[in-house]
């Protein structure tokens, strides 16, 4: 089992940045691949962006969001990121940090997730 804990949400001008953490206890990180998704009020969870167990430059991120948003991990720290820059007002949502065996886009084969920080845009 693995806990992960999100953190860096918050209030930030269109344009700004954030960098989101998920850090992780009990079994470590390294075991899962990690993934963001969101979730904006009246929608859908949609993923976001994922790293593998290795980190690296084994990512994906969401058209949406590529050469915006970054991810990567530190093992080390049991921890992912997930860098936002130029950010969006649609980039308004709860951004929960998932774990699961492997690297994907779909949020059900991941078995493991945050409670969510809350990542506001205004205009």
């Known amino acids: 089992q693995v806990q992960l804990v999100e953190s860096g949400g918050g209030l930030v001008q269109a344009g700004g940045s954030l960098r989101l953490s998920c850090a992780a206890s009990?079994?470590?990180?390294?075991?899962?691949?990690m993934g963001w998704f969101r979730q904006a009020p009246g929608k859908e969870r949609e993923f976001v962006a994922a790293i593998s167990r290795s980190g690296g430059d084994n990512t994906y991120g969401a058209d949406s969001v590529k050469g915006r948003f970054t991810i990567s991990r530190d093992n080390a720290k049991n921890t992912v990121y997930l860098q936002m820059n130029s950010l969006k007002p649609e980039d308004t949502a709860v951004y929960y940090c998932?774990?699961?065996?492997?690297?994907?886009?779909?949020?059900?084969?991941?078995?493991?997730w945050g409670q969510g920080t809350q990542v506001t845009v205004s205009s």
């Open positions: 998932a774990a699961g065996p492997v690297l994907s886009t779909v949020y059900t084969l991941y078995s493991h």
């Open positions: 009990g079994r470590t990180s390294s075991t899962y691949a």
